[in-house]
């Protein structure tokens, strides 16, 4: 019989994978050229700066929400997972409708296994916003995460009929078509995205997922081993196969 709680931490940790990057621009009404600055750090890959910037915005104005949400990013970027919820916390106390502080507070509790809490959350968001994508996106692999395929791809498909383009919901709801026994019908598409000239080695290990799901594990393993050792490549197939549900 299969572990429980391995095949959820593997399933997390397959979704997170998938997570969209968009971004929600955050609320930067007060802070100034501290906040653009908090902003470029964060954009360069130098949370730390930013988490300075913050620190300083936050000494002389402990109510701003925009320098709270740019500390919590800034945490989360770090790994500070625990400090970056208190950070979004603390802004939703002060703005309970805060969209950019609501999805990053969202990403976080998905990042830490609180599907349930996420899904809370990110439904928050998208009352705020019903169309915005980082929001639909992030609900979704909540969603997912807790066995809800079928809702979850109702929300990637609700993106995509807007943006054909969103290549974060395609990539989305390819895997959670691979989760809910649909591995057959995911594979070509994730096939399609890994093959684009701005092809991530994330696509294709998305696309390594979806074909151990369908039962091909050969070329998923040929596809890990081009980014990974044949040691690591076995483990990640291993973990991916255990996720595998009643083919459709």
């Known amino acids: 019989m299969q572990n429980r709680a391995t095949r959820s931490t593997v399933l997390a940790a397959t979704l997170l994978l998938a997570a969209c990057a968009d971004m929600m621009p955050g609320d930067g009404a007060r802070g ?15 949370p730390e700066a930013a988490l300075n910037v913050t620190r300083a915005i936050l000494e002389s104005d402990p109510r701003n929400t925009a320098a709270l949400i740019r500390q919590g990013d800034a945490l989360a970027a770090m790994g500070r997972i625990d400090a970056a ?25 998905l990042a830490t296994g609180q599907a349930k809490a996420a ?13 915005d994508a980082a929001g639909l996106n992030n609900l979704g692999i909540a969603l997912d995460l807790q066995g809800s395929h079928g809702e979850a791809q109702g929300l990637y498909r609700s993106i995509l009929e807007r943006n054909p383009r969103d290549n974060a919901a395609s990539v989305n709801l390819a895997l959670s078509l691979s989760l809910g026994g649909e591995a057959r019908e995911a594979v070509p598409m994730l096939r399609a995205l890994s093959t684009t000239p701005e092809a991530t080695p994330r696509m294709r290990h998305d ?26 490549a076995n483990q990640a197939l291993g973990g991916y196969q255990q996720l595998a549900g009643p083919a459709r």
């Open 207 to 232: 696309l390594a997922v979806a074909l151990a799901l369908s039962g091909d594990a050969a070329e998923a393993r040929s596809i890990l081993q081009a980014d990974m050792s044949s040691e690591q």
């Open 85 to 109: 919820q208190a950070a979004f916390t603390r802004a939703l106390a002060i703005d309970p409708n805060s969209a950019p502080a609501l999805l990053g507070l969202g990403r976080v509790q």
């Open 32 to 46: 100034g050229n501290g906040i653009t600055v908090a902003d470029a750090a964060l954009a360069s890959g130098m």
């Open 119 to 131: 899904e809370t959350t990110l439904r928050k968001l998208t009352a705020v916003k019903p169309n």
